[in-house]
């Protein structure tokens, strides 16, 4: 019978440590989901194509965004090339300096 209090004891410190059981689906409600989903889409601009637009004006608007991104890809990459070399200079410096 002690056993069996002494093995209950922790069982129930330990139960009640838990906290509250909430059903995690109460947790993701539309306030908690949907609001935060809509206000990370806001400045998002609206797609390219428009019903208004003929398929030839659409076809030139995804051929200018495809390369506005591609130039930004570029810039970006010429970035990274320029930081890349800076720190490959760094090193060596330091690695000459320590000699």
């Given at each position: ?23 995690a689906s109460e947790d993701a409600v539309a306030d908690t989901v949907e609001v935060p989903a809509d206000e990370a ?59």
């Amino acid at each position: 019978m002690k056993k069996l209090v002494l093995a209950a004891v922790p069982l129930a410190f330990a139960l009640t440590g838990c906290g509250d059981s909430t059903d995690a689906s109460e947790d993701a409600v539309a306030d908690t989901v949907e609001v935060p989903a809509d206000e990370a889409m806001a400045d998002v601009p609206p797609p390219a194509a428009q019903e208004t637009m003929t398929p030839q004006q659409a076809e030139a608007t995804i051929e200018e965004n495809d390369q506005s991104a591609e130039d930004a890809a570029d810039a970006a990459q010429s970035t990274v090339d320029d930081a890349m070399a800076a720190a490959e200079a760094a090193t060596s410096e330091a690695e000459d300096s320590m000699e």
